[in-house]
């Protein structure tokens, strides 16, 4: 069982070598005694910007740290070769937090719990992957916080930091449904072509091309912002906030430009805040799950009829997941950041 195992606790922007490709045998039977354990075969794994916040010791995080010593974990697509629970037969494909292995042994403890979140999957007309990126965690992100936090009406002018990726080419296209002007930046040309030709912005950007950030935002928003969807944080928080409009939402879904800095940087324009009165809000997908019948009746009649698109970038076996993780805060990826651990 080839595992991809946490060295320790880090500071900084994380490196290839934090996690270390180890190899040991298993059997592929869930132990005798075992009762209400699944063996799965990972098929497919999530790479997401919140494992940064797992690998350093923080007390008060918002999510659990990786063990030094143990593998990583994160979404994962799998097959049962296994099962001593009465929900689970082999050969069934589920959704799971799984080890960042080739196969995870799911204990009843933890498959009851909420630690694993094991799923039996039944979108089976689209790709297997969906089931982690549009249908699953980066989906229920995107649909969260457009339609909950954000409040859209029609008409309005929407702007999406790290617009390119799992989240944000779902709120530039759910934008575009609801009526809105959209405008993204990213981080290449290529990304920003991709924008405007598959996902259909109205406008794009290239933020690490852009002397004035402020300027930009102006070129893209005359009337200013509406809603503004933050993936970023930092500068381009920044530069937004004079840019809002009387009223505006901001709804914080991540601040990647902030994660590996310590201090963060400073925020010098939340007196518009005020001045604006804009709401800004943050907000964490797990407390949104009760939502994921919504995302679904929303998105399956999309996809069916070809009227949303989403690309997925997939790293090939399970030795390439520690450079496809530490890409994320590089810009390497293009779209949904996967691993490809089998295929069957
Ligand atoms: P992406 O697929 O968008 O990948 C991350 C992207 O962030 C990179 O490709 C890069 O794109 C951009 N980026 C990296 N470093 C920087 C930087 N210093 N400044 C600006 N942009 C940077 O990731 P996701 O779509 O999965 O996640 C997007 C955001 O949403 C993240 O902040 C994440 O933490 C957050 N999130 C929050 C959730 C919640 O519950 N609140 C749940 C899921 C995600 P580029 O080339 O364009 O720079």
């Not at 009465?86 to 080890?99: Q, S």
């Not at 009526?179 to 794009?204: E, I, P, Q, R």
């Not at 929303?298 to 690309?311: F, K, M, N, S, T």
Request: glycine content about 8%; charged content about 20%; some cysteine.
């Amino acid at each position: 069982n080839k595992q991809i195992i946490f060295k320790d606790y880090i500071h900084g922007f994380p490196k290839e070598s934090d996690m270390i490709l180890k190899t040991s045998t298993i059997k592929l039977k869930v132990p005798d005694g075992c009762s209400d354990a699944v063996l799965v075969k990972n098929l497919y794994l999530s790479c997401d910007p919140y494992m940064r916040s797992r690998m350093s010791k923080i007390d008060d995080n918002y999510v659990p740290i990786f063990t030094p010593s143990e593998p990583m974990s994160g979404d994962g697509v799998a097959k049962v070769v296994d099962s001593s629970h009465p929900d689970f037969e082999r050969g069934e494909l589920v959704t799971a937090i799984t080890g960042w292995e080739e196969y995870t042994l799911i204990k009843s403890s933890e498959s009851e719990s909420e630690t694993h979140f094991i799923r039996k999957i039944h979108h089976t007309n689209v790709p297997l992957s969906y089931n982690i990126g549009i249908l699953g965690m980066p989906g229920m992100t995107a649909y969260t916080g457009f339609y909950e936090i954000s409040k859209p009406q029609q008409g309005d002018t929407v702007f999406v930091s790290a617009a390119s990726g799992a989240v944000g080419q779902l709120v530039g296209q759910f934008a575009k449904l609801s009526g809105c002007y959209v405008v993204g930046s990213a981080g290449t040309k290529d990304k920003v072509d991709l924008l405007k030709t598959k996902f259909g912005f109205n406008d794009a950007f290239n933020y690490r091309e852009e002397t004035d950030l402020d300027a930009a935002l102006k070129r893209c928003f005359p009337q200013g912002i509406d809603i503004y969807f933050d993936n970023v944080g930092g500068e381009m928080l920044d530069a937004v906030l004079p840019n809002m409009r009387l009223n505006g939402r901001i709804a914080t879904c991540g601040m990647i430009s902030q994660y590996n800095l310590k201090p963060a940087e400073g925020v010098r324009n939340l007196l518009y805040i005020m001045a604006k009165q804009i709401r800004m809000q943050g907000f964490l997908v797990y407390h949104y799950r009760h939502l994921y019948p919504k995302l679904f009746d929303l998105v399956e009649p999309l996809l069916e009829q070809g009227r949303i698109a989403y690309v997925e970038d997939v790293a090939e076996g399970l030795e390439s997941a520690p450079a496809a993780l530490i890409g994320l805060f590089s810009g390497r990826n293009v779209g949904k950041q996967l691993v490809r651990v089998a295929s069957d």
